[in-house]
Antibody
Framework: EVQLVESGGGLVQPGGSLRLSCAAS????????MTWVRQAPGKGLEWVSV???????YYADSVKGRFTISRDNSKNTLYLQMNSLRAEDTAVYYC???????????????WGQGTTVTVSS | QSVLTQPPSVSGAPGQRVTISCTGS?????????VHWYQQLPGTAPKLLIY???NRPSGVPDRFSGSKSGTSASLAITGLQAEDEADYYC????????????FGTGTKVTVL
């Protein structure tokens, strides 16, 4: 069964760090485009970061320079290292697998259940 | 900040047809990039509803349909049912410097 399970969320103080994990089963993380999407309380979805199968990484302006996406092929797991956290980073963080149809067209057909990050003193 | 604009809410009685618009610009939908739609039930992860403008994944009822024209796209729900009450988001690709992937602002569908 194709599945994504996130972990690592929690309460952290402003300026602190946290690493989120997303364990995949039923498919190979390194062969896919993998993404992090977040949703602040009561708000909409926000794309955060993507890592392509070739290893290229991209970030939303709101997290660029603070967050790092990576993967561990041996563990078939995706990560999001979050540093210099701010109150506005408080959200549920979802990992998702992209199905790429062609350049400029990709949808998220597999989602994790989400992990909650709260940044507060 | 979302660059795809959706109405905050739409509503309809059971059996009616409702539509949700998704308005973009020349750097995303207007540039020819596909639009995808997601349904998010309360307290759950989003679920892919429509991909590449008008295609339904296996298992999605044919009551849901999508279309795209110019700088906008639309999601239509015909024969509205109580279980369709949820948040709906459009998503596309954006070629501007602000980011690669963009989501719409989201629309709450209420079944009266």
């Amino acid at each position: 069964e194709v599945q994504l399970v996130e972990s690592g969320g929690g309460l952290v103080q402003p300026g602190g760090s946290l690493r989120l994990s997303c364990a995949a089963s039923g498919f190979t993380v390194s062969s896919n485009y993998m993404t992090w999407v977040r949703q602040a309380p009561g708000k909409g979805l926000e794309w955060v970061s993507v890592i392509y199968s070739g290893g290229s990484t991209y970030y939303a302006d709101s997290v660029k320079g603070r967050f790092t996406i990576s993967r561990d092929n041996s563990k078939n797991t995706l990560y999001l290292q979050m540093n210099s956290l701010r109150a506005e980073d408080t959200a549920v963080y979802y990992c998702a697998r992209e199905t790429r149809y062609y350049y400029g067209s990709g949808s998220y057909n597999v989602w994790g259940q989400g992990t909650t990050v709260t940044v507060s003193s | 900040q979302s660059v795809l604009t959706q109405p905050p809410s739409v509503s309809g009685a059971p059996g009616q047809r409702v539509t949700i618009s998704c308005t973009g610009s020349s750097s995303n939908i207007g540039a020819g990039y596909d639009v995808h739609w997601y349904q998010q039930l309360p307290g759950t992860a989003p679920k892919l509803l429509i991909y590449a403008n008008s295609n339904r994944p296996s298992g999605v009822p044919d009551r849901f349909s999508g279309s795209k024209s110019g700088t906008s796209a639309s999601l239509a729900i015909t024969g509205l049912q109580a279980e369709d009450e949820a948040d709906y988001y459009c998503q596309s690709y954006d070629s501007s410097l602000s980011g690669l992937y963009v989501f719409g602002t989201g629309t709450k569908v209420t079944v009266l």
